[in-house]
């Protein structure tokens, strides 16, 4: 029963979070906001509902560990697995903005996270100090999508994958975000629980669990949209959706859920930020690379998540 529980929370939150993004897109639109500003507030923030509806549950449990090892692995499986998986499908490149830019900040945010967690909790200040960061590096990205061509075309693209083509009328997707919420919170619980059930036999730390199996459950939204990107030729897209995602499960994931309840990170610390670190300046060497990402260094990073989970999990 648990392992059931687990994979229908995967279901739900996957399902949740894209019936969220796309009435939250529709909504947005019907009432006159722009497709920039639509693909840098709705669709970026609700891309990471699942992490955020996971980590809410899990810290109002008492169970910080799974909160900050949910936003830890989230951000290594973003970066290496889906990279690594979408370089499989098809060779990944990037325009030069992403690893002059891009990651440039995910690194920054990053080394801010480790340094916050050198001490075994993020406070209450520290999470709305995490929290203003996402609304200035929101801010700071329509600023930039309004002279950056690439950018607005980036974000335009987002917006139409979560708009579709169908028409709808208001009642539809105003009923289709309640259900999306609905479905992202009780997929919170499930994923929480049957992690919790299952792994019990093996006396793994809560942020053990939050690094592997949970953070993979709350992962496979960005996986699927990664991968669908990557396989119509979009690499920024795919790039540039690992990149974000993580960013505002930095900023935003973990800077909401310690400002309303500090998180204690007794075993998630100095080690798992120089990770986070390492892997965000992996993912900026290879994308920055003749020709991207390739095949073979796709199979690596895929390899690598697989013993980073393994090593979490020993």
Same mark, same amino acid.
């Given at each position: 029963?648990?392992?059931?529980?687990?994979?229908?929370?995967?279901?739900?939150?996957?399902?949740?979070?894209?019936?969220?993004? $796309?009435?939250?897109?529709?909504?947005?639109? +019907?009432?006159?906001?722009?497709?920039?500003?639509?693909?840098?507030? *709705? %669709?970026?923030?609700?891309?990471?509902?699942?992490?955020?509806?996971?980590?809410? &549950?899990?810290?109002?449990?008492?169970?910080?560990?799974?909160?900050?090892?949910?936003? *830890?692995?989230?951000?290594?499986?973003?970066?290496?697995?889906?990279?690594?998986?979408?370089?499989?499908? +098809?060779?990944? $490149?990037?325009?030069?903005?992403?690893? +002059?830019?891009?990651?440039?900040?995910?690194?920054?945010?990053?080394?801010?996270?480790?340094?916050?967690?050198? &001490?075994?909790?993020?406070?209450?200040?520290? #999470?709305?100090?995490?929290?203003?960061?996402?609304? @200035?590096?929101?801010?700071?990205?329509?600023?930039?999508?309004? *002279?950056?061509?690439?950018?607005?075309?980036?974000?335009?693209?987002?917006?139409?994958?979560?708009?579709g083509d169908e028409?709808?009328?208001?009642?539809?997707?105003?009923?289709? !975000?309640?259900?999306?919420?609905?479905?992202?919170?009780?997929?919170?619980?499930?994923?929480? &629980?049957?992690?919790?059930?299952?792994?019990?036999?093996?006396?793994?730390?809560?942020? @053990?669990? #939050?690094?592997?199996?949970?953070?993979?459950?709350?992962?496979?939204?960005?996986?699927?949209?990664?991968?669908?990107?990557?396989?119509?030729?979009?690499?920024?897209?795919?790039? #540039?959706? !690992?990149?974000? $995602?993580?960013?505002?499960?930095?900023?935003?994931?973990?800077?909401?859920?310690?400002?309303?309840?500090?998180?204690?990170?007794? &075993?998630?610390?100095?080690?798992?930020?120089?990770?986070?670190? @390492?892997?965000s300046l992996a993912?900026?060497?290879?994308?920055?690379?003749?020709?991207?990402?390739? +095949?073979?260094?796709?199979?690596?990073?895929?390899?690598?998540?697989?013993?980073? %989970?393994? $090593?979490?999990?020993?």
């Amino acid at each position: 029963m648990s392992l059931l529980l687990i994979l229908a929370g995967c279901a739900l939150l996957y399902v949740g979070g894209d019936m969220l993004v $796309s009435a939250s897109t529709f909504i947005a639109n +019907r009432i006159g906001m722009s497709p920039i500003a639509i693909g840098a507030t *709705v %669709v970026a923030i609700g891309t990471s509902a699942p992490e955020l509806s996971v980590s809410l &549950d899990a810290a109002l449990k008492g169970h910080s560990g799974i909160s900050v090892g949910n936003v *830890v692995g989230s951000n290594v499986c973003n970066i290496i697995l889906v990279l690594g998986l979408c370089a499989l499908i +098809r060779p990944l $490149s990037a325009s030069r903005d992403v690893y +002059r830019i891009d990651f440039p900040i995910l690194i920054a945010v990053s080394a801010l996270f480790t340094v916050m967690a050198h &001490d075994a909790i993020i406070t209450r200040t520290e #999470g709305v100090i995490l929290a203003l960061g996402l609304v @200035a590096y929101v801010g700071w990205n329509l600023r930039r999508a309004a *002279v950056d061509e690439d950018v607005a075309e980036y974000l335009g693209e987002e917006v139409a994958e979560a708009l579709g083509d169908e028409e709808e009328k208001w009642y539809l997707p105003v009923g289709r !975000a309640v259900l999306g919420i609905a479905f992202l919170g009780l997929g919170a619980k499930w994923l929480v &629980d049957g992690s919790l059930q299952t792994l019990a036999p093996y006396e793994l730390s809560e942020a @053990a669990i #939050g690094i592997t199996v949970v953070a993979l459950g709350t992962s496979v939204p960005e996986i699927g949209t990664s991968i669908i990107a990557a396989q119509k030729g979009h690499g920024d897209l795919a790039v #540039g959706n !690992a990149i974000g $995602s993580s960013v505002f499960n930095l900023l935003g994931v973990l800077g909401a859920t310690a400002s309303i309840r500090a998180l204690p990170a007794n &075993d998630v610390g100095f080690m798992d930020g120089a990770i986070l670190i @390492a892997t965000s300046l992996a993912g900026l060497v290879l994308v920055a690379r003749p020709g991207g990402i390739g +095949r073979v260094p796709g199979a690596i990073l895929v390899a690598t998540y697989l013993l980073y %989970v393994a $090593s979490a999990i020993r």
